[in-house]
């Protein structure tokens, strides 16, 4: 599966933004999904991440009540959702899909597919 993330770009802190993966190839309702960050000097870390059905979402505890995970598998499309931006925000996202169960959705190495990347950056 190919994943194209989109939708960073420049917030002021406080401010909004929602990132879009569009997936094309293999069936994109066989994969759970992740969002991932990486910040200039650090290690990727993990954001969110959602069931292949929808059933259960997934958040890293700074992120919890400000960012909402989403997918239309119709439209082979995931979401993340940003409210709330503070400028520690700021990094590169990254979207992967991952095939095995059970889902490891924090642990990045068990992802079998990443997007690009898209740069936020949130200013104060």
């Known amino acids: 599966v190919q994943l194209q993330a989109s939708g960073g770009g420049l917030v002021q802190a406080g401010g909004s933004l929602r990132l879009s993966c569009a997936a094309s190839?293999?069936?994109?309702?066989?994969?759970?999904m992740g969002w991932f960050r990486q910040a200039p000097g650090k290690e990727r870390e993990f954001v969110a991440a959602?069931?292949?059905?929808?059933?259960?979402?997934y958040y890293a505890d700074s992120e919890k009540g400000r960012f909402t995970i989403s997918r239309d598998n119709a439209k082979n499309t995931l979401y993340l959702q940003m409210n709330s931006l503070k400028p520690e925000d700021t990094a590169v996202y990254y979207c992967?899909?991952?095939?095995?169960?059970?889902?490891?959705?924090?642990?990045?190495?068990?992802?079998?597919?990443w997007g690009q990347g898209t740069q936020v950056i949130v200013s104060s």
């Open positions: 959602i069931t292949r059905n929808s059933a259960d979402t």
């Open positions: 992967a899909a991952q095939a095995a169960t059970p889902f490891r959705y924090s642990a990045s190495a068990r992802y079998d597919y």
């Open positions: 190839g293999r069936t994109f309702s066989s994969y759970g």
